[in-house]
Nanobody, 118 residues
Framework: QVQLTESGGGLVQPGGSLRLSCAASGITPNFFHTYVMGWYRQAHGKEREEVARISSGGTTGYKDSVNGRFTISRDIPNRTLYLQMNNLTPEDTAVYYC?????????WGQGTQVTVSS
């Protein structure tokens, strides 16, 4: 059973950067390579939304509002998913979750708080 653990959140000023990490355990790198993985976020009082995803083949996709500012990547041997976030704005404030999107069942991490404020 795969488990996901996020880290790297924190408080950052507008215009700053953060890199989130998501460590996958309970699986081998060969299995991690086959997963569709993604980053989601949930702001206070709002629904959870998908921010970025990466396919098993490495194709990436982004929510329009983060395209060009955020980059999703993965380190397959170390079974780690990343989200590099640049030029952050207060609207990016949320709890960020990583997820194994496919194959089902989906798996979620516990989340890491990102707060963008001056």
């Amino acid at each position: 059973q795969v488990q996901l653990t996020e880290s790297g959140g924190g408080l950052v000023q507008p215009g700053g950067s953060l890199r989130l990490s998501c460590a996958a355990s309970g699986i081998t790198p060969n299995f991690f390579h086959t997963y569709v993985m993604g980053w989601y976020r949930q702001a206070h009082g709002k629904e959870r939304e998908e921010v970025a995803r990466i396919s098993s083949g490495g194709t990436t996709g982004y929510k329009d509002s983060v395209n060009g500012r955020f980059t999703i990547s993965r380190d397959i041997p170390n079974r780690t998913l990343y989200l590099q976030m640049n030029n952050l704005t207060p609207e990016d404030t949320a709890v960020y979750y990583c997820s194994k999107i496919a194959p089902l069942p989906s798996v979620w991490g516990q989340g890491t708080q990102v707060t963008v404020s001056s």
